[in-house]
Structures are given as C-alpha cells and as structure tokens.
C-alpha cells in the first residue's frame, strides 16, 4: 500500500505527514500526485522532482479515488466498512470500533469500546465500583487514590472517578471511556461530611484511554481536606444518568 492507504497500482502518492484532509489531486509537468492539502505543506515543490506542484487539478485521479473503497484503520478492532477515500477521515472520527485502553493498572489490553466492557467485566470484575444508570450509589475513596474504576452493571460502560489531591483538597471529576468524543454523559457528585455537603452537576469527560492527570476542561469538585474522615477517605454519593438524558431543569 502506499501512503494515504491507497493501493499501489492506482496511483503514485506523494508520502506526507500529517496530512489532514485530501481536497484536491493535483499533479506537477512530471505527472506525479500529490493532494491539494498537503501542497501547501511541501511549498508547492514537488517531492519526487522538485517541479512546482499544486496549480494543476487532476480530476482523472479524483474519479479514481471517489472508485475506490479502502477498509477503515480499525480493521484488527473489527471494523468491516470499506469507505470512499474522501470519508475515511468522518467514517474514523465515530467509527464504535475506535481501539480504547483497559484502564486497569498493569493491564495492556486495546480493543473496541464494547470488547473492552466485554473484557473489563471478565477480569476485573472485582476492582470496579458497579452501578445502574439513574440511581444513586455510594463511592469511599481514599484521598490519596488517583482514581476509581465504576463499570455500569447493564451497558458495562467503563467509566473513571478521577481524583487528584492539591494543597486545598481533592479535585474531583468523572470520565468516561468512550469510542468518540461527544457531550458526554450527565453526573452529579455529592461529598458530605459531619452535616456539610458539596455537590458538582456536570457531564464527563470521554477518553479512550485513562490519563494519569486529571483533565479539568468541564467541570470539577473541590473537596476540602476536612471533608475526610479519620480513615482519609471522601464519602461521595454518585449518579450518572444514561447517554443523551440529563435534568429538565439543567
Ligand atoms: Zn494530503
Ligand atoms: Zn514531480
Ligand atoms: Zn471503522
Ligand atoms: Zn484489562
């Protein structure tokens, strides 16, 4: 295959990095291919010959290009589409057979999302926090623990209570480990301590891996560090709602 993932015989590519998005074919006095995005890149010089490249649209190599069908990246996570070349790049972006990482320390398991619910369920069954969408349960974290792993008992969605322990307290955030990036699902987050509560309404984060620091880009919950209790843990009461709901009032 050459660059670009296009097969050999149909057409001479010019390798390029980063390429983000094909345009235009365009060809140099020598014939040789190059996209119209990545022209810019290459300051019209052709790579092959060093001949100007980027003034001259090829729509014979177009027609070819909207022929032929190249299989997704995720082949190996078992995905089947065969895509046109200018819908790689859209089909991948939501394609459910993303790879994710198993967010379990020590483990090195990459798969689509939901063989990787499938997976966490069969040997890590006991080191996740399991919940129904919907309904409040309880979460004790230790104040020292960067995060807890919460697997949703019906769907399996993984999902991470993240935590990072700062001068002022604990700064806590929910995540998601998701195939794509969307709005992500809606929760609500109480610490309570000795009459005292906190509480955080947000929607989480969604990752395909589990991040060793704690992404703020939505919102988080700072618990003091008077919110522990004499076995430094945080009791926290956590509802996730299922994807697309959240309050009518929020
Ligand atoms: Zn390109
Ligand atoms: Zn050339
Ligand atoms: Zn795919
Ligand atoms: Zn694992």
Redesign the pocket.
Known sequence: MAAHGLPDKFVVWQPMDHCSRFMHAEY?E?G?VACSSCCGKIEHK?P??S?P?GYNRCRAIEKVLEAVRISCSNTKYGCKELVRYSDKKSHESTCIHSPCSCPHPGCNVVSSAGNLYQHFRCKHLDCAVRFQYNRTFNVALDANERFQILQEQDEGVIFLLNNSSELLGNLLTVSCIWHRSFSGFFYDIVAKSQGNSLRLQSFTECTKRRSNSILVTTGFLLVPQNFRNSSNELKLELCIWSKDSFPTNF
Do not use: P, T, V
Request: aromatic share 12%; proline share 0%; charged share 0%.
């Open positions: 140099c020598n040789h052709c092959s010959c001949w490249i």
